[in-house]
Structures are given as structure tokens and as C-alpha cells.
């Protein structure tokens, strides 16, 4: 219409005079002769709504990938086309987050409502913020200041500097004296264990059925003046939602403390039982806490109250707070989880910022799991326990544990000093796939260059018994990733001549090999092209799919597409009865993002065209 007008009234366009009768006239009929245009084009340019319903599933997830419900919300009142669309999009309202202390039950339930036959997550973000309303649950306000303050041996011995004006006699006296009360204490606490927890369940039952009629004032300024304040948990309405609610494949909770959460799961279990309601509890739950209260004893876990056990627990572990003197650290270090809940597991996930034996602890009731990771968050010299003589025996524990359907195990931080023996205890015979980050600040190794074959990856990867000692997982793992920590002091991971040699000689079933941020010493991939032609071998069989990404801009690509190259002729010599061998590579991923030098080897070295003319895409990611 653009060009139509400069060529039909680029004169109307220069005076300021109004046009005459005549020329309105004609504009009016030139204008109406569009309407059938537009009319003709309408269909094409109105998107379906499912296409529409694509483009709203990309643009309303946040960083993390989750559903943003404020996004979603947007998008509905730009009109009533996109409400509609987005409508009929059930993946937008398949996650919902609970993000303040507030009755919620009717927004949830209409929510997850319109997903349909997806499965349904629910979060709850209820952490400590200083910039909401709430920064704590007072409810748990008072235990929270007893843990910070109480010696968690819990012995009744006093210190020895509050009894320095006492005489020597006296001490001994009353020793025995405490021993004596110790005991009478412990029957009597056995005996009235069962009675006080009867009548805390019937204490809370009451309570929570008060606080369930009152949910729905939408009262927020309850907890400022109330002298009995409601856990978070409960103004949010979660135990209604949980029972009464659509049924939920995945819960994640966020909240300050565990307390928080063991109220919840013994309301569930209460709830359950008293009204007789079919619950089918949670398949995947992830639990964050930013106070740990949890004690030592098992038997009073907070998990024994889920009806259910999960078949996928993610728990991350809160940091130690700076203000915990040395003798106050034992209280953060117990992660009891009863056996029978660790025996239902198929997934588990553990960020760990504890310096203890709770991997193995935990690990040695979980003969089920298929899914492992572990992310060490305390930096390269963590788990130095793992590295005494005789370590998991001094803790009752066996020697080897043993998880024998293990198929995918993921290490993040590994801590470099200890990488020989921070998991050496594990025995994984059907593992497929292995992704590990070492935490590794060279810095501070005195001629860590003279043994720089020893890196700590690979030492790593020998703890596993991948290499020459037991072939047994080496003839599973089928995916290998190596790859670096997000932590900015940490060094990247090396790749040197014995640890390619070991992975192409050893892991034959690899299928899915990457390295990831690593830094290349000597020339790793010439030794291996070398071997293949002295020995006239083909390594690394069955790779289908090569990613690397090297730390800096000196990386020898040329090498690598050399070795590439290589492996394919010696493929292809590997006729068995006059067959041409076929090569199993079929795609090649460089990363890199602004190297000059890097791009023009790889726009213009004549090796890569050389493996594409064979079938292999090699292709350049931006990272």
C-alpha cells in the first residue's frame, strides 16, 4: 500500500491545501478496493492457537525453566484470543509456585485445574527473605533460638570453667549423682515418650482444625499481633491442598526450617489416618531448608510421618551458620532418614555442605536407586575423613556399598584433595552414564606441573574402578561427562595423554563422550592418533556423539579433527569379509565464542570438510 500511495497521491502530499471533492472521492474508493485484500490475507495472519500456545510455553518460563504465573497472567489479558489460547495450553498451568504466607487454596486448585492430564508440580517458596514481609516462621522462632544456644551433646555434664570454685570431691559426687538421674531420666523418658507424643498429636490435630476454618480470612497481619503464630506452611493452606487438591507428581518445598516441615508430614499423617482419606502421596519431592533441626536418632525422623515413602528425594542441606561454635556443628550433621524411606528411593539428589559421613550413611539403605547426584558445596578440601585408614568401619559402616541398579551417577564439586577417596567406597556395576565437576584451585600444589599426569579427574575416575583395576563398569558406561564447577576460583579440568588413553583403551562402550571447559597439556589427542596407526587399531568403537569445549583460545582443534580423522580410516580398514567398516561417529559439537583463532581453524581447515564428506555433521555451539 506504501508504494500505491507515493505513486497515486505524491502530489496530495507536498501542498498543505485540503484535497478537492474529486480527489476525496477517488481516495474513498481506492480505500474500500482494500478491504477484500485484507479480508483474503486475514486467515494467514492470525496464528492457530496452537502455535500461539508454543510461543506463550517458551516465553513464560524464567530462568530456571519453571513457569512463571505472573508471565502466564500477563498474557491472558493481552486479549481474549491469547486467554483462550493459553487456555488450551496445559504444560502453562502444570507449576504453580506459593510464594508468600498467605490462604491460597482456591487459586492453586483453579490453577492446576486447566492442566489436564499433565503431571502437576507444586513449590513453595517460603525461605527467609529481607526484602518480604516475612523473614522467618515464628512459630519455630523459639527452637531456632534454643538449637543456635544448646550444646547438642545433650549429656547434662556442665563445663569444667563453671565449676572451677567447686572442690574436687564435690565434682565427683555429683558425677555420680548425674549418672544416677541420667538414668532414672532415660527410663522415665522411654516411658513418657509414647504419652507425649500422644498428646502432642492431639494438640496440633486441634489447632490445625482451628487454623483450617480461619485459613480463608486472608488474614497477613495475623502473625505480628497473634501471641500463638501459625506456621507459614499452614497459612498457605498446603495440607488442604495436598489432601483435598488435584493429585500432585512432584512437591518442592522451600522454607526455613525443618521444623516447618515436620509439622507438615505429621498433619498428613494424622489427617490421613483420622478421616480415613486415600492419599497417594508425592512420587517426587525436594526439600530446602535454611535451618536444620533434625536430630540424631532415626526412629524420630521427620520422614517416618510421610504415608508414602517417595520414589525421588532432592534435599538440600543448609549451610553452617557462622555464628555455630565447633561443638555446635554436631546438630547439623544428622540426616536420619528411616531405611524403609531410602528403600523406596529410584532418585536421589543430596547438595551437600557438610563436612561428615553422610553419603555413606544414607547410601547404604538405597539398593534401589537408579539415579544418583551429588553436589559436594564445601570446596576442594572437603571429606578429608575418607582419606583415614579404615575410615566407614570406625562408623559401623561397610566397607563397600553396593548399589546395583545404579545407571546414571552425577558428582558436582568434587573436593580435589580428597578426589581419590570421596566416593571410592561405591561399587556401581551397571552404570551407563557418569557426569562429574572436580573442584580443583591448583594454586596451591607445590610443582603440581612435574605430576600434572595425576590430575585429579582422572584419580577420580580410578576410585571408581574404571580403569586397568576392574573392567567390570567399564563395559557398561555408555555416557561420559567431564565437566567444570561453576565455582570462578576453581581451576579447569585437565586432559592429558594417560586419561584420553584410558578412556579410548578402557571404556569401549562409550557411546557419549564430552569434556566440557576443559585445559588441553602435551598433545592428547597426537598420542592417541599415534597409537591407532602403530597398532593399527580403531579406539573409542561405538562413539556416536563427541562435544568438547576448551578453556582458552590455544586449544589444538587441528589435532583433534586429525584424530577424528584417523579413527575413521582405521575404521574403515577394519573390513570383515571384504565390508567397509561404518563409523558410528555421527556428531561433532566445538564450543567457543569469540576466538578468532579458534573459527578460522575451524572455517578453514581442510580436515573438517574431509569428515563431513563421510557423513559426520560437525557443527560450532556458542558457549
Known sequence: MHGFLLDNYLVLMKPNNAPNVVEEVTMKQDIASLNPRQLAASPIQRLPSETLGEIFDISARNYAGHIDKVRVATICLVCRPWREAAGLRHSLWSDVTIDRPEPLFNEVVAWLGRSGTLSRTLRVHLLPNPKRKFRHCMKHKREFEELADSDPDEDGEEDEDEEEGEDEEEDEDEEEDEEEEEEEEEEEEEEEEEEEEEEEEEEEEEEEEEELEDADDGDEDDADVDPHPRCGLVKTQLLRILLEGPSLDSLILEVTSTWCLRDLLRAIKKETRL??????????????????GEGRDSSTSMFKYLPTPPSSLVIELPAIRDDFEEHQVGHLHAVNIPAFTLNHLTSFTIYLRWDGPQIPTILQNCGRLEYLEIAFCFGEDGQGWTGERD??????????????????????????????????FLHVPALVNLAIAVDDDRSYIDGWEEDIDENVTHSFLRSLGLFPQTFEMAATLQSLCLDSTANWNSDPPLLTSDLLMDIAQHLTSLKRLVFNGLECIGDPFKAASQHMKRQETHLLPHLEYLELTPDDDTFPFELLFQFIKIRHDQCARSAVDHVRGRDSLRRVLIGFWNSESLLETFNTSPTVAYIRNYGTSVERILK
Do not use: D, M, Y
Open 391 to 424: 575410615c566407614l568401619a570406625k562408623l559401623g559402616l561397610p566397607s563397600t556399598i553396593e548399589l546395583p541398579n545404579l545407571r546414571t551417577l552425577v558428582a558436582q564439586g568434587i573436593p580435589a584433595c580428597n578426589a581419590r577417596t570421596v566416593l571410592h
Open 275 to 292: 478421616k480415613g482419606i486415600a492419599w497417594s502421596g508425592i512420587p517426587r519431592l525436594t526439600l530446602t531448608t535454611s535451618t536444620w
